[in-house]
């Protein structure tokens, strides 16, 4: 599985972002899609995460101003980030739990993660 993330950039605070995650590869397979961030000097903590029933999961900060979402048939979940704030500017990363049967029956159970898109918002 890979995961191909885009759509930060710079923008005013109240504004709003769509954040893009694609998937390619053994899709069938993953189980959830989660939506990472990461400020600078701070660790990366989830935002929000889309299971494979299409039940949905929100950290308690932020929560409200996010909202998580899929097109099935695109292979890609959104973040949608409304009223932007400076504190959100952070590097947002996507990633996948996975688990895949290999040629000979194998099950393999994985995580792999996007290359991060940054968004930066100014006051």
């Known amino acids: 599985v890979q995961l191909q993330a885009s759509g930060g950039g710079l923008v005013q605070a109240g504004e709003s972002l769509r954040l893009s995650c694609v998937a390619s590869?053994?899709?069938?397979?993953?189980?959830?899609v989660g939506w990472h961030r990461q400020a600078p000097g701070k660790q990366r903590d989830l935002v929000a995460r889309?299971?494979?029933?299409?039940?949905?999961d929100y950290a308690d900060s932020p929560k409200g101003r996010f909202t998580i979402s899929r097109d099935n048939a695109k292979n890609t979940v959104y973040l949608q980030i409304n009223s932007l704030r400076p504190e959100d500017t952070a590097v947002y990363y996507c990633?996948?739990?996975?688990?895949?049967?290999?040629?000979?029956?194998?099950?393999?159970?994985?995580?792999?993660w996007g290359q991060g898109t940054l968004v930066t918002v100014s006051s």
């Open positions: 889309i299971n494979r029933d299409g039940t949905t």
């Open positions: 990633e996948a739990d996975y688990r895949v049967v290999q040629w000979d029956g194998t099950p393999v159970v994985g995580r792999t």
């Open positions: 590869g053994s899709t069938a397979g993953i189980n959830a």
